[in-house]
């Protein structure tokens, strides 16, 4: 599995356009084959800050889908509105959650 985050620094005034059209096209993204999961995060301290967090069966699969029309068509439309240069950053989960100690009963 690959883990994909991407951060996005927008223009204060674009934020809601980007969400609104974010929207519309998560569905079609969370069903895109080798897409297993799709969330979008705020910062926690600059509201104009939003990063994708996404799971991805392969490399190969978030490739296809960078290559889509899909892809290309939301891209296009996003960039118009960032302040920044995205921060983008691909990784492979190497080991699981890590559970919480059991409590003895008391």
């Not at 889509?68 to 691909?90: D, E, I, M, N």
Request: glycine letters at 2%.
């Amino acid at each position: 599995m690959l883990v994909r985050t991407v951060r996005m620094t927008f223009r204060p005034d674009a934020v809601e356009e980007f969400l609104a059209m974010f929207e519309g096209v998560a569905p079609q993204i969370r069903t895109f084959e080798g897409c297993q999961h799709l969330e979008l995060w705020e910062d926690a301290r600059y509201p104009n800050i939003l990063t994708t967090y996404s799971h991805w069966d392969s490399a190969d699969a978030l490739d296809a889908y960078r290559e889509s029309a899909l892809f290309r068509s939301t891209w296009a439309r996003t960039k118009k509105w960032f302040a920044a240069p995205t921060v983008a950053h691909s990784q492979h989960v190497k080991a699981g959650p890590i559970e919480p100690a059991a409590t003895a009963p008391a």
